[in-house]
């Protein structure tokens, strides 16, 4: 599933001595990061999530030949701040996947035949545009307060031959039930990572929207940021869950000087997504709801170079029926304001 990366914000954990020009320096880093600044900002950062971990309801259950996924997907940015309170942004991403799955293959008048794939594929994903609104915004050198509206959609420009491919196989299997069996509409598969956890793209257009609220006082700050995604049908019949997104926590600025600012911050991450709907019928081999936490560091250099870097642990997972589940999650990027 194509996801949008989540608002990186800066932080601390030890304080070094204030010198003269800190609260400059923490003014400079806001505008750096084009926080408070009109012109244009290029992004790049990069994902990664290891998903080894299999849990069945919520219970991690072992199996002999595992399926597995890794994912990294690189988002490329381009954003124009019309004026400080106005800004339209780009995402392009580009998703790398590497995995192991074996499942089931039907047939008319032939019975299944497991089959194991295991392979890697790079493709485009679903490029979105979203909007920016500062509903209020305010910095000074002794502190900073802003709250952002956004909210975009998302195209459908992915790729989805493995959703067409997941529904074909769905449609086969019920062809073989009864009339008016109850089923899940993937309780054909025993797979844990499915067709449909690999497509690059939805095949549906997606609204998205989000609200950010930025604090800072002095050397401290506080952020959050809370993000929605409403998936509507895409390919063939196959409508992804919706998705809610609450992330933040406190932090402060390790260093500062002239020539650039080192923050970090303790980053807590609340993320759910809805059960995937196939032909109509709501799935319960989908949807799961991960707690992270970790921490984010964030740096400028100069007046026009920034970037950040984190690490997401998960704390507590539960999920409907056999999936794979995050072990982890690395992301970094960089800013450019011109």
Not at 90 to 117: A, C, I, M, W
Request: glycine fraction near 10%.
């Amino acid at each position: 599933m194509i996801r949008l990366p989540a608002f990186v914000v800066a932080s601390c954990l030890s304080i070094l001595p204030v010198a003269a020009c800190d609260l400059c320096a923490i003014y400079s880093a806001d505008n750096t990061r084009g926080q408070s600044s009109s012109g244009f900002l290029f992004t790049v950062s990069e994902q990664f999530t290891s998903y080894r971990t299999i849990l069945l309801d919520g219970e991690e259950v072992t199996l002999p030949k595992p399926d597995w996924l890794d994912s990294s997907i690189t988002h490329l940015v381009p954003t124009y701040n019309f004026s400080k309170r106005f800004g339209v942004s780009l995402n392009v991403p580009l998703n790398y996947r590497s995995f192991r799955r074996t499942d089931l293959r039907y047939s008319h008048g032939s019975p299944p035949v497991k089959q194991t794939e295991t392979g890697s594929e790079l493709d485009l994903g679903d490029v979105a545009l979203v909007g920016r609104w500062a509903v209020w915004q305010k910095n000074e050198m002794d502190y900073a307060f802003g709250i952002n509206l956004l909210g975009g959609v998302k195209f459908p420009t992915g790729d989805t031959d493995r959703i067409e491919d997941e529904v074909s196989q769905t449609r086969i299997f019920e062809s073989l039930l009864p009339p008016g069996t109850p089923h899940d509409p993937l309780s054909h598969s025993i797979a844990s990572v499915h067709q449909h956890n690999l497509s690059p793209g939805s095949g549906s257009f997606d609204g998205i929207f989000g609200l950010t609220v930025n604090s800072r006082w002095q050397r401290f700050f506080l952020n959050a940021q809370f993000q929605y995604y409403a998936r509507t049908e895409g390919e063939d019949e196959f409508r992804y869950g919706d998705e809610l997104m609450v992330s933040g926590g406190p932090g402060g600025y390790a260093l500062l000087s002239n020539k650039g600012t080192l923050s970090i911050q303790a980053n807590a991450v609340y993320d759910t997504m809805a059960r995937d709907e196939i032909l109509g019928q709501i799935s319960n081999q989908t949807g799961m709801t991960v707690w992270y936490l970790g921490p984010q560091l964030s740096f400028t250099v100069g007046d026009h170079f920034s970037g950040n870097a984190g690490v997401d642990i998960p704390l507590h997972i539960t999920n409907n029926g056999l999936q794979n589940v995050p072990d982890y999650r690395v992301h970094v990027g960089v800013n450019w304001r011109f």
